[in-house]
């Protein structure tokens, strides 16, 4: 009998998203994605700090919560503050698994993802509906002594949780009580 470690053999694999600021573009583990819209799951997001090393995984040290930051890790390299936030676009990432999570901490990605939770948090309470977001194009701009471009996602409308978002593999499945039905078949994410 041949070892099975769930995920077709890939163990703890999450599918990722990651936004290209050299491009302005997105791609996945199989190449370019066309995220032109998709739910973000902003009631999960994670902050914390993260460490890119040439060649490795990246390392982070999350905070307890938005309100608690972690302290600064030590050591070498260039810890800079990042966030983890998981996207749903059937249509970018397939029916297979139409989740995949987007970590970074790049300047252009930071600063579109502050304002995208500052315009999430200005909309106030939605009774539980989470975020449909379209990605229009960036906008290139200096950071420091360099450049990049910042992605522009804005928010275009609500729609009741997908239960597609109710496992992050993390946190673990939220309690029947509190998820939200699915969206209908129709979405175009």
Not at 29 to 40: E, I, P, Y
Request: charged share 20%.
């Amino acid at each position: 009998m041949p070892l099975s470690f769930g995920n077709g053999g890939s163990g703890n694999y999450k599918p990722y998203v990651k936004y290209m600021a050299s491009t302005s573009s997105w791609a996945n583990r199989d190449g370019a994605v066309n995220l032109s819209k998709a739910v973000f799951d902003l009631a999960k997001i994670k902050t914390g700090w993260c460490l890119f090393t040439e060649g490795g995984a990246p390392e982070w040290v999350m905070d307890a919560s938005l309100e608690a930051p972690a302290a600064r890790p030590d050591g070498e390299g260039q810890w800079k503050r990042g966030f983890k936030v998981c996207i749903m676009s059937k249509s970018a990432f397939g029916e297979e698994e139409p989740v995949a999570e987007w970590a970074t901490n790049g300047a252009g990605a930071t600063m579109s993802i502050q304002q995208l939770y500052s315009d999430y948090e200005a909309a106030g309470d939605k009774g539980g509906q989470v975020p449909v977001v379209e990605f229009s194009g960036a906008v290139p701009t200096k950071v420091g002594k360099g450049s990049t471009t910042i992605p522009t996602l804005k928010i275009v409308s609500w729609i009741d949780r997908p239960s597609e978002l109710d496992d992050d593999g993390e946190t673990g499945a939220l309690p029947s009580s509190i998820a939200q039905p699915a969206a209908s078949a129709d979405d175009e994410f």
